[in-house]
């Protein structure tokens, strides 16, 4: 099995991501491209549009491809378009044909539990667990249509860090 060069941390709002995503480049010594839609969000509201989501996950996309281009190995991702497709189907349960048509995914997804609690920062919509069941599956189900790789990784703090690892090792790239 040839190593993950991408690693790809998917799921809902407030499962950790941003937290894991500093965790895992730090222990790589390595980059990561943060989630760009938080950025957006943070600069022009959550009453997002479609073409909102467009420009969030090809400005992702975007971000990606520059970091590859620098040489980073493993290259970690706070999300990516197939994140920004679940939020179309959450936010207006269609998405725009862009979403479907974007081929550049991850070499691995770690599909973060909903084993957190969830934390209202301002920008997050989804906090009942009604909602965030229906976030959760919906995370999962693009993952399996797609086809990717992928591994659920849950646990509180430090657990959550060492399942990380434990799926990546698994996947083929050392881990210590």
Not at 61 to 69: E, R, Y
Not at 116 to 121: H, K, R, S, V
Request: hydrophobic share 40%; net charge negative; charged share 25%.
């Amino acid at each position: 099995m040839t190593p993950p060069r991408t690693i790809c941390l998917h799921g809902p709002e407030s499962t950790g991501k941003s937290t894991l995503i500093d965790q895992l480049a730090r222990h790589f010594d390595t980059m990561f491209v943060p989630e760009y839609g938080r950025t957006f969000a943070e600069r022009r509201g959550t009453d997002f549009t479609m073409a909102d989501l467009v420009q969030i996950a090809d400005t992702h996309d975007a971000m990606t491809q520059s970091a590859l281009a620098s040489g980073a190995d493993p290259l970690f991702l706070d999300t990516d378009p197939l994140m920004t497709a679940v939020w179309a189907d959450m936010l207006f349960g269609t998405r725009d044909p862009w979403f479907n048509k974007w081929k550049a995914t991850a070499d691995l997804y770690l599909l973060l539990d909903t084993d957190l609690p969830w934390i209202n920062d301002g920008t997050r919509m989804f906090g009942t667990a009604e909602t965030r069941r229906r976030f959760f599956d919906l995370s999962r189900a693009e993952l399996e249509r797609r086809g990717v790789v992928w591994t659920l990784v849950g646990g509180q703090g430090d657990a959550r860090f060492q399942n990380a690892l434990g799926a990546i090792r698994a996947a083929g790239l050392r881990t210590d």
